[in-house]
T-cell receptor, first 111, second 115 residues
Framework: AQSVTQPDIHITVSEGASLELRCNYS??????LFWYVQSPGQGLQLLLK??????LVQGIKGFEAEFKRSQSSFNLRKPSVHWSDAAEYFC?????????FGKGTRLHILP | DARVTQTPRHKVTEMGQEVTMRCQPI?????VFWYRQTMMQGLELLAY????????DSGMPKDRFSAEMPDATLATLKIQPSEPRDSAVYFC?????????????FGPGTRLTVL
């Protein structure tokens, strides 16, 4: 069955520290993968996407993600977080017109 | 600056009343999505349309919910009759599918409270 798993419901990091949010997918082929961010009281905004080609993709706000086929993962990273990065992050898979959202990871930033 | 608009932004109604939420997708986009977000269930895809035709509405309770696109500039989500458990934030998103997967642009949401 197709699925997207974000194993961490909450993550807390200190401002300036590095960040990695995990995402694993289950699909028989390579899907289209996205990371979205939702700030409090806002809609979702696309951070980055992977369709094919270079497995390391760059996004907005200094985020990047790496697609690893062998691990069925698409983890999101940022070398140094800012207080404004506190939000909820969703990993999304889309293939053959089937859209599946992960449950989200809420990121908390310590000053 | 093109963006998805949703009306109303907030709606408070009583149980049993009809609720209609509207969405104006970004001009030129051919795909529209409806989502519901609650604390308990998180983000759920209710339905989505491509070129005004429903592609997937399996996430939508059929007995009380209906989604339509009267024209390319308007998508509606109706609940009749509404129930307290329908209280949630409803998001609309639009995208442009050109043989590749959709990047979705989200509206600000309609916060619905059913008393």
């Amino acid at each position: 069955a197709q699925s997207v798993t974000q194993p961490d419901i909450h993550i807390t990091v200190s401002e300036g520290a590095s960040l990695e949010l995990r995402c694993n997918y289950s699909y028989g082929a390579t899907p289209y993968l996205f990371w979205y961010v939702q700030s409090p009281g806002q809609g979702l905004q696309l951070l980055l996407k992977y369709f094919s080609g270079d497995t390391l993709v760059q996004g907005i706000k200094g985020f990047e993600a790496e697609f690893k086929r062998s691990q069925s993962s698409f983890n999101l990273r940022k070398p140094s977080v800012h207080w404004s990065d506190a939000a909820e992050y969703f990993c999304v898979m889309n293939r053959d017109d089937k859209i599946i959202f992960g449950k989200g990871t809420r990121l908390h930033i310590l000053p | 600056d093109a963006r998805v608009t949703q009306t109303p932004r907030h709606k408070v109604t009583e149980m049993g009343q009809e609720v209609t939420m509207r969405c104006q997708p970004i001009l030129g986009h051919n795909t529209v999505f409806w989502y519901r977000q609650t604390m308990m269930q998180g983000l759920e895809l209710l339905a989505y349309f491509r070129n005004r035709a429903p592609l997937d509405d399996s996430g939508m309770p059929k007995d009380r919910f209906s989604a339509e696109m009267p024209d390319a500039t308007l998508a509606t989500l109706k609940i009749q009759p509404s129930e307290p458990r329908d209280s949630a934030v409803y998001f609309c998103a639009s995208g442009l599918a050109q043989g590749r997967s959709d990047e979705q642009f989200f509206g600000p949401g309609t916060r619905l409270t059913v008393l």
